[in-house]
């Protein structure tokens, strides 16, 4: 199903609070930071504290509230645990709210400038 474009809900669905929920959970820095380092891979928890910059038991609580709200998933290899993006939607909400992001602040938002070259950027940052 390619629901990417697709919305069939109205303003009074059920699913309107759960979508703000959504947001007010990738309103924190740090989650939004987990969201995207998440998006083409793998991590563990320690690896995640290295990129976002913060405590590993600081990651592992944000951590927690991403695996409630079902935006990521996590498997165990022994004592490490690795966690996943659970699906599509989690990566796509943090880009967009990046390339939002960039209308805020710029003229000309770089992922205007060319649709291709952003698109790797956000992939590979």
């Known amino acids: 199903m390619h629901a990417d474009n697709e919305c069939t809900f109205t303003s009074d669905s059920h699913l ?9 959970i ?10 995207l380092a ?3 891979d793998e991590l563990s928890v320690n690896h995640l504290a290295d990129i976002v910059d913060k405590s590993p038991a600081s990651v592992s609580q944000h951590l927690a509230r991403l695996r409630l709200s079902k935006m990521v998933a996590a498997r165990q290899d022994g004592t490490r645990v690795f966690y996943r993006l659970a699906n599509e939607h989690a990566r796509r909400l943090a880009i967009d709210a990046i390339f939002q992001a960039e209308h ?20 590979t940052s």
């Open 26 to 35: 990738l309103s924190d820095p740090t989650r939004l930071q987990i969201i």
């Open 38 to 40: 998440l998006r083409d």
């Open 16 to 24: 309107v609070q759960v979508a703000a929920e959504m947001f007010a």
């Open 104 to 123: 805020s602040v710029e003229a000309r938002p770089a992922h205007h400038h060319d649709s291709h070259l952003s698109r790797s950027r956000m992939s």
